[in-house]
């Protein structure tokens, strides 16, 4: 299984630009979520989609925030235009239901933002 | 009040020690809690997960729940330098279809 992937691992950009933010959840996962770490507020939920649909998004920071998720196995999280406090390590993430009916997290590697 | 609190640390425990590291949560109803470890620069990893009440062992690790209390701890029994990482708390108040709560993290440093 090759777990949570995300791309870019890294991303420097000038504030202003646009910045596009990929993932691909672990085959079978129903549900993805989006998350940003910083050292200041720790880990924050973005937004979370269940079979492909948006549940929640209150975690979006503002308008220049926006996420898709057009098929099981592909999301992407879209900042435009980016400004330079959103640096930070964003964080894809899906759950699997085990047998027992418990849900667990699992992260992607992350994209290490970095606006200028 | 936050959902999810821990002791940011850092906390340093000496090699072969036991490190112990806390947390307690807000919504009374939750239902899942897990540990994730993150080593710097890098994801968070899950390690643990309960679900009842009591003692779960995997390892060196020990996951502690006490619902009444609201208080959620791990055990690391005869820590490691490769141990040292932060911790991080994560709670699902609904079993399944919800967000995942989490804490900020203890950061804890095992010292040979």
């Known amino acids: 299984d090759a777990g949570v992937i995300q791309s870019p691992r890294h991303e420097v950009t000038e504030m202003g630009q646009e910045v596009t933010l990929r993932c691909k959840p672990i085959?079978?996962?129903?549900?993805l979520f989006w998350y940003r770490q910083t050292m200041m507020r720790g880990l924050e939920l973005l937004i979370y989609?269940?079979?492909?649909?948006?549940?929640?998004d209150s975690g979006m920071p503002e308008d220049r925030f926006s996420a898709k998720m057009p098929n099981a196995s592909f999301s992407t999280l879209k900042i435009q235009p980016s400004e330079p406090r959103d640096s930070a390590v964003y964080f894809c993430?899906?759950?699997?239901?085990?047998?027992?009916?418990?849900?667990?997290?699992?992260f992607g590697s992350g994209t290490q933002l970095s606006v200028l | 009040q936050k959902e999810v609190e821990q002791n940011s640390g850092p906390l340093s425990v000496p090699e072969g020690a036991i490190a112990s590291l806390n947390c307690t949560y807000s919504?009374?109803?939750?239902?899942?809690f897990f540990w994730y470890r993150q080593y710097s620069g890098k994801s968070p990893e899950l390690i643990m997960s309960?679900?009842?009440?009591g003692d779960k062992e995997d390892g060196r690790f020990t996951a502690q729940l006490n619902k009444a209390s609201q208080y959620v701890s791990l055990l690391i029994r005869d820590s490691q330098p490769s141990d040292s990482a932060t911790y991080l708390c994560?709670?699902?108040?609904?079993?399944?279809?919800?967000?995942?709560?989490f804490g900020t993290g203890t950061s804890l440093t095992v010292i040979p």
């Open positions: 993430a899906s759950t699997v239901v085990t047998r027992q009916g418990n849900e667990k997290l699992f």
């Open positions: 085959s079978g996962h129903n549900s």
């Open positions: 989609f269940n079979n492909n649909v948006p549940i929640d």
């Open positions: 919504d009374r109803g939750s239902q899942s």
């Open positions: 309960i679900y009842s009440n």
């Open positions: 994560a709670v699902n108040p609904k079993n399944t279809g919800n967000q995942f709560y």
